[in-house]
């Protein structure tokens, strides 16, 4: 029996594997790759020596060092969390993509969400070359430079906002309309770089190794290619939350809901990164609630009276 399980293996997997470890846990971290979306970058042409720390270091040194260590990890993918009822505490089986199972004191899910994709036919071959879908992350980048926002929500309106502070010009394509009593928005509606483009669409992103290019539909039907350097898909996240959601509380976007110390709804249940509630998809918050998550579920076990370390 483990005493934690860790599912998922990006910053947030990894910082809680590697203190979990320092506090000599049995630990086992599932996941099919280590390293997660922090191995995304973003380039732009004529960027180069842009400084900013992401975390990507701490994320490599993590990373090898679990590597080495490979009986605290296996390759593959959880698909079942099956609580075992105990006395007073539950232990739980968590079952895998590749029939094995694993039984274990405490889990923590650390899988993340996924930006939902704007399905053009470039836009996976230009991700990182001008493509984003994080201006949270990457709006700095694009400073002087021409970008597009496409998404009809708040969300799409704060990115554009964000990129408005630093971009020549931002053009906010919104296919289905955006919320009209937004402050954001009336904000934006002043701004003289922002062209917001209402029940408009993206129809292509075109680029020869960078994004320069986009077409966009009017709703008569006309389309134009316009330049810009980059393109922000902000449709959303989609937590990875489908393993937990008949077993701990999720919030009305699937997002696992925890509280300052990780704790989901369900004692021995721990989460963290962008699968949770918490603010910030950045890859140092990941880190840090990781390290958080392994902490909690370092003194739950501390707590637990049925629980020999
Ligand atoms: C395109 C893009 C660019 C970004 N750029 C930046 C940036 O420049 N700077 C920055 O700070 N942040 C950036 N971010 C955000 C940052 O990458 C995330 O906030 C961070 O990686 C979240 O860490 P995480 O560990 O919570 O999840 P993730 O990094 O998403 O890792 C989730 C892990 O869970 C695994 N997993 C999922 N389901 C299962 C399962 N059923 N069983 C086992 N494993 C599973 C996945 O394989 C993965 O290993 C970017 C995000 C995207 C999408």
Redesign the pocket.
């Known amino acids: 029996m483990y005493d934690v399980i860790i ?8 910082a809680a594997a590697n203190y979990c470890l320092h506090k000599r846990l049995e630990v086992l971290l ?9 191995n ?3 380039h732009l042409a004529g960027l180069e020596g842009y400084e ?1 720390i ?2 990507e270091e701490i994320v490599r040194t993590f990373r090898s060092r679990l590597q080495y260590l490979d009986f605290a990890r296996v390759r ?4 079942k969390i099956e609580p075992i009822a105990g006395e007073n505490y539950e232990t739980f089986r968590v079952l ?2 590749k029939g094995k199972h694993y039984t274990t004191k405490a889990i923590i899910l ?6 939902i994709r704007l399905h053009l036919p470039e836009e996976e071959h230009l ?2 070359r001008g493509v ?3 201006a ?3 709006a700095p980048l694009f400073w002087e430079r021409e970008a597009a926002v496409v998404g009809s929500t708040d969300l799409a309106l704060r990115s554009a906002a964000e990129l408005a502070t630093v971009a020549s010009r931002v053009l906010l394509i919104a296919p289905e309309g955006l919320p009209t009593k937004s402050a954001l928005r009336r904000k934006l509606e002043q701004m003289e770089n922002v062209t917001i483009l209402e029940r408009h669409v993206i129809t292509g992103i075109h680029g020869n190794g960078y994004v320069n290019s986009i077409t966009i539909q009017d709703p008569a039907g006309r389309k134009q290619e316009t330049p810009v350097s980059g393109v922000f898909g902000e449709l959303g996240l989609r937590p ?1 939350s ?2 937990v959601k008949n077993l701990v509380e999720l919030d009305e976007e699937g997002y696992v809901k925890v509280d300052d110390r990780c704790r989901t709804s369900r004692p021995g249940i721990f989460a ?4 949770t509630d918490t603010f ?7 880190l840090g ?2 390290a958080k998550a392994a902490l909690a579920a370092f003194d739950y076990l501390l707590e637990c009276e049925e629980c020999e370390m």
Not at 110 to 115: L, Q, S, V
């Open positions: 599912i998922g293996g990006g910053p947030a997997g990894l599932i996941a099919p790759e280590l390293g997660g979306k922090a995304y970058r973003m900013h992401t975390g593959d993918l959880a698909a895998t993509q650390a899988t993340g969400a996924d930006p991700l990182g984003s879908y994080s949270i992350s990457h990875c489908d393993l963290a990164g962008d699968v910030g998809e950045q890859v140092l918050i990941a609630e990781g």
